[in-house]
């Protein structure tokens, strides 16, 4: 057995080397490696890890394997060790017939990167066949009139072995008349040949027996032995003779059975029987026998069994005519058999790589396969396509080996699979195709972080929800898939470090799905705004933000306040509306609020009760308080007014108030205090009564040392112009009450001059100018210009 060792060796195909992926070799040089024919299962060949140079652990990591050119088994690695063991018997005859050397080609591949190596296995020959001539009986007629010197050529033997084991030599039995030499045929194989050393006469021996025997080179020497009837007939001078020497044909190898090679023919100048001929093969092999049959009469060659141009491209037929007196005459028929486009291409896969990540680079390798065609020439070139709109490429790397690699970035969110066919189309004609389908699928790589579907998310709760409500939910999708596609929500802080988000809302992690976690108050709080972040699980974690504003919608859930007239449990308010004032008349102005806001805040008045209905009516929308016609004599003084404010609510809440009116026929008239306010002022505490006992003392002196003063000065003018006398007051005060401040009511504080003039029907009660300037509210705050006259009467 022979180490592996290399040398160059005569190619006749064009290979075509491609160095891809920064390490893939070729080596340029096979190995060759020896074994004998026969050997046991198992046997030692040689070391892979010696001749590559490489470590036994790179044999698995780099998946190592042995690939013959016709796929079959016949060696296995060891990756533990890195021997080539044989895997099965040999038989050279089978592989190779007749063909020697017996050469079996395979490759060692490595992959990652991809690397081959190119070796050879020959088969060495053992001797385990015997030679056995085709006809165990030869009968030869020879003439009586044969000279010395003629030759009778024989069928050489057969032997499957080849080389020194084949048959080497041939012996003749002990004889008188010939002896035997070997001859060289044209496919270089010997034959024996008898050779006449003497006369043969008939009368003394019309007939007798040879042995010839076949050796072969083996050790031991093998032999076989075939026995040569001799029959010695009358003299016949003419051999025949063919039309051509060689005759050239050439058949399809897709010729049916007892298809007409060609038709051969010799003449012969005797006559009788001496020129009837008969049309045999002469030292042809088994093949030809078994391909080819000869019509002995007729000289027709057809065929026996079915061509196969990828076994066998030529066949060298020897033909012989035999006349009736055992003369031949010899020719050659040279049959070349024409390839037809017979054999589809086949495809065998190496590998497969999938699923891959979409993030794999450009030049990654997906698969390997190998492509052959065992027709030739054009019907044996072959072209190796897929699909022109897939991300991948086909290189041509060693030899027959194509790799599919990528040949652009993928993208899983855009197609998560892949169904490539690949084909192979010969140019014979017809064209022949073969086609293979392999699945890519592509794995996800964490590349696409979630998206919301919203960048704001506006969402509305109305206030006074019940804790733990749904309000709404934030949705976000990750287009990756698998945990890289599971997506966490989560709350970020708020911007504003005062908001208590943690205390407002939150936030289910799965779905997106906010809480409020308790009650929101409108009127604390009109609306806020936070973060939310989505993550998904991948690694890293990517993410993405969205902005969700909660708007607190108002419920009704306030009544109107009134603010004027003033609801603070003290005594009641009491408006003084002179007698004279005309229709629409302003007597005050109820002013209310609502905490709640829009339609909620909406308030209307209404007069829900009044002493006398039809005197006085309220303006809806400003809830002020006007006489509705004129005052009469019959009109009661004091009046109770109830105005109902009510808000635009659903459903509505509402407050009311309660106002006292008290009609006077001039400012200065005193009037008795109101039930009520006799009431109340009886239920006021001693010091309140006290204070208002004081103050009403005093303002009744000022009062009326004014009116004495403005008396005595009257008096004083009318005496100089002689125009009058002005006396005291006397009586009531007839005349027009005067509203001085324009806003309808009286002011708090006046200074009065009283004028009496004699012989005037009426007495006018006049006011000059007011002790406090009056000074007007600013705009939007309640009209508060009124006389708050607690505690007085009019007499």
Same mark, same amino acid.
């Given at each position: 057995m022979e180490s592996g060792e290399r040398c160059p060796q005569q190619i006749r195909q064009v290979l075509l080397f491609f160095v891809f992926l920064g390490g893939s070799l070729v080596c340029s040089e096979p190995w060759r490696y020896s074994v004998s024919e026969e050997m046991e299962i198992g046997s030692f060949i040689a070391n892979v890890v010696k001749d590559t140079g490489l470590g036994v652990e790179d044999l698995v990591a780099r998946g190592a394997r042995v690939i013959f050119d016709d796929y079959k088994p016949y060696l296995q690695l060891d990756q533990q060790t890195g021997n080539l063991l044989l895997n099965e018997q040999l038989d050279r005859e089978a592989l190779c017939h007749l063909t020697e050397p017996c050469i079996l080609h395979f490759q060692v591949l490595f992959e990652n990167p991809l690397q081959f190596f190119r070796a050879e296995l020959w088969v060495n020959d053992i001797n385990d066949h015997t030679p056995a001539f085709l006809d165990k009986h030869i009968l030869l007629k020879i003439s009586e009139g044969t000279a010395p010197g003629a030759s009778f050529p024989m069928d050489s033997a057969q032997d499957l072995d080849v080389g020194k084991n084949g048959v080497q030599n041939y012996t003749l039995s002990p004889n008188p008349y010939f002896h035997l030499k070997l001859q060289d045929s044209d496919d270089g194989r010997k034959y024996p040949e008898l050779f006449l050393d003497q006369s043969l006469d008939r009368e003394k021996e019309s007939e007798f027996t040879l042995i010839v025997t076949a050796l072969d080179g083996g050790s031991p020497s093998r032999s076989g032995t075939t026995l040569v009837r001799i029959l010695v007939f009358d003299i016949n001078d003419n051999a025949p003779e063919f039309e051509r020497s060689v005759y050239e044909v050439q058949v399809p190898e897709n010729s049916p059975l007892d298809s007409l090679v060609?038709?051969? +023919?010799?003449?012969?100048?005797?006559?009788?029987?001496?020129?009837?001929?008969?049309? +045999?093969? +002469?030292?042809?092999?088994?093949?030809?026998?078994?391909?080819?049959?000869?019509?002995?009469?007729?000289?027709?060659?057809?065929?026996?069994?079915?061509?196969?141009?990828?076994?066998?491209?030529?066949?060298?037929?020897?033909?012989?005519?035999?006349?009736?007196? #055992?003369?031949?005459?010899? +020719?050659?028929?040279?049959?070349?058999?024409?390839?037809?486009?017979?054999?589809?291409?086949?495809?065998?896969?190496?590998?497969?790589?999938?699923?891959?990540?979409?993030?794999?680079?450009?030049?990654?390798?997906?698969?390997?396969?190998?492509?052959?065609?065992?027709?030739?020439?054009?019907?044996?070139?072959?072209?190796?396509?897929?699909?022109?709109?897939?991300?991948?490429?086909?290189?041509?790397?060693?030899?027959?080996?194509?790799?599919?690699v990528a040949g652009l970035p993928l993208d899983r969110e855009s197609q998560a699979e892949y169904n490539i066919t690949i084909t192979v189309t010969d140019l014979g004609t017809p064209r022949l195709k073969t086609q293979h389908n392999i699945t890519v699928?592509?794995?996800?790589?964490?590349?696409?972080?979630?998206?919301?579907?919203?960048?704001?998310?506006?969402?509305?709760?109305?206030?006074?929800? #019940?804790?733990?409500?749904?309000?709404?939910?934030?949705? &976000?999708?990750?287009?990756?898939?698998?945990?890289?596609?599971?997506?966490?929500?989560?709350?970020?802080?708020?911007?504003?470090?005062?908001?208590?988000?943690?205390?407002?809302?939150?936030?289910?992690?799965?779905?997106?799905?906010?809480?409020?976690?308790?009650?929101?108050?409108?009127?604390?709080?009109?609306?806020?705004?936070?973060?939310?972040?989505?993550?998904?699980?991948?690694?890293?974690?990517?993410?993405?933000?969205?902005?969700?504003?909660?708007?607190?919608?108002?419920?009704?859930?306030?009544?109107?306040?009134?603010?004027?007239?003033?609801?603070?449990?003290? &005594?009641?308010?009491?408006?003084?509306?002179?007698?004279?004032?005309?229709?629409?008349?302003?007597?005050?102005?109820?002013?209310?609020?609502?905490?709640?806001?829009?339609?909620?805040?909406?308030?209307?008045?209404?007069?829900?009760?009044?002493?006398e209905p039809g005197l006085f009516g309220v303006w809806a929308h400003n809830g002020e308080v006007r006489t509705a016609r004129l005052l009469s004599e019959r009109d009661a003084v004091k009046h109770r007014l109830v105005v109902l404010v009510k808000d635009n609510g659903e459903p509505p809440r509402s407050a009311s108030v309660t106002l006292h009116v008290l009609l006077v026929d001039g400012f200065s008239q005193p009037y008795l205090p109101l039930p009520e306010v006799a009431a109340a002022e009886a239920r006021a505490d001693p010091l309140t009564v006290y204070l208002v006992v004081a103050l009403a003392s005093v303002s009744s002196l000022f009062l009326f040392s004014v009116l004495v003063f403005v008396a005595v000065r009257l008096c004083r003018r009318s005496r100089a112009a002689s125009a009058g006398r002005c006396s005291g007051p006397e009586g009531h005060f007839p005349g027009h009450l005067v509203d001085v401040s324009g806003a309808g009511t009286l002011s708090q504080s006046y200074q009065y001059e009283v004028c009496l003039r004699g012989g005037s029907g009426t007495s006018e009660f006049k006011f000059l100018k007011p002790a406090i300037p009056n000074v007007s509210p600013p705009e939007g705050k309640m009209e508060e210009s009124h006389t708050f006259l607690n505690g007085f009467e009019f007499i």
């Open positions: 060609v038709r051969v +023919s010799a003449t012969d100048l005797d006559a009788g029987i001496y020129g009837e001929l008969s049309y +045999s093969f +002469s030292h042809v092999s088994r093949d030809i026998r078994k391909t080819f049959e000869i019509h002995p009469i007729s000289g027709e060659i057809r065929l026996k069994a079915l061509l196969d141009f990828e076994l066998i491209q030529s066949f060298t037929i020897n033909i012989q005519a035999t006349d009736g007196g #055992s003369l031949s005459g010899k +020719s050659a028929i040279l049959v070349q058999v024409v390839d037809v486009n017979d054999n589809p291409p086949e495809i065998v896969m190496t590998s497969l790589t999938s699923p891959i990540p979409e993030n794999s680079s450009p030049e990654m390798v997906v698969a390997i396969f190998s492509v052959r065609d065992q027709d030739s020439g054009d019907n044996g070139r072959m072209v190796c396509s897929i699909q022109d709109d897939l991300p991948f490429l086909l290189k041509p790397t060693f030899k027959n080996f194509y790799t599919l699928t592509v794995s996800d790589v964490n590349d696409n972080a979630p998206a919301f579907s919203q960048t704001t998310y506006t969402l509305r709760v109305r206030e006074n929800n #019940s804790p733990s409500l749904h309000i709404g939910s934030v949705s &976000a999708t990750d287009r990756d898939s698998g945990a890289n596609a599971q997506v966490t929500y989560s709350l970020l802080p708020p911007a504003d470090p005062q908001l208590p988000l943690a205390s407002l809302v939150s936030i289910n992690a799965d779905n997106g799905q906010l809480f409020a976690l308790r009650s929101l108050d409108y009127e604390a709080l009109q609306a806020f705004e936070f973060g939310v972040r989505a993550a998904d699980r991948g690694s890293p974690a990517l993410s993405s933000q969205a902005r969700v504003r909660v708007l607190v919608l108002d419920d009704n859930d306030n009544a109107p306040f009134v603010l004027y007239p003033p609801q603070n449990g003290s &005594a009641p308010c009491t408006e003084l509306v002179p007698r004279a004032a005309e229709a629409g008349y302003l007597v005050t102005k109820v002013v209310a609020v609502d905490g709640d806001s829009g339609q909620n805040a909406w308030l209307s008045y209404q007069l829900l009760k009044a002493t």
